[in-house]
Nanobody
Framework: QVQLVESGGGSVQPGGSLRLSCTAPGFSLHYYAIGWFRQAPGKEREGVAC????????NYADSVKGRFTISRDDAKNTVDLQMNSLKFEDTAVYSC???????????WGKGTLVTVSS
C-alpha cells in the first residue's frame, strides 16, 4: 500500500507563495502519476494539477494555471507543487494522490492545510 505524505502547508497572505511537497516513504513515486487535489470548506474536492509518469506531461486546473507549477524530483522522491500569487479562494486542504494515470488515483495522503488570509 502506497502511503503518501504531504508537507509545506501553512498560512500566507494574498499574493504570497507556498511550496507543497508529496512523498511516499518506502515507495518510489517515479512510476506513478501524482496529482494534487484540494477541498475547501463546504465544497467538493477538485483536481489542481497532475504530473504523469511520462516526462514532460503535466496538466492544471484553469483556476491555477500560470500560478501553480507541479514538478517531480526523483532524487528526493518528491512531487512538489509551487504555488505563487495565492488568492483567498486557494484556501483548502491540499492532498496528493498517486495512480497509474492522471485520470484515476488510487492512493491518497491525509492532506495539508493552506490558508490564504489577509
Amino acid at each position: 500500500q502506497v502511503q503518501l505524505v504531504e508537507s509545506g502547508g501553512g498560512s500566507v497572505q494574498p499574493g504570497g507563495s507556498l511550496r507543497l511537497s508529496c512523498t511516499a516513504p518506502g515507495f518510489s513515486l517515479h512510476y506513478y502519476a501524482i496529482g494534487w487535489f484540494r477541498q475547501a470548506p463546504g465544497k467538493e474536492r477538485e483536481g489542481v494539477a497532475c504530473i504523469s509518469s511520462r516526462v514532460g506531461s503535466t496538466n492544471y486546473a484553469d483556476s491555477v494555471k500560470g500560478r501553480f507549477t507541479i514538478s517531480r524530483d526523483d532524487a528526493k522522491n518528491t512531487v512538489d507543487l509551487q504555488m505563487n500569487s495565492l488568492k483567498f479562494e486557494d484556501t483548502a486542504v491540499y492532498s496528493c494522490a498517486a495512480g497509474w494515470g492522471c485520470d484515476g488515483m488510487n492512493y491518497w495522503g491525509k492532506g495539508t492545510l493552506v490558508t490564504v488570509s489577509s
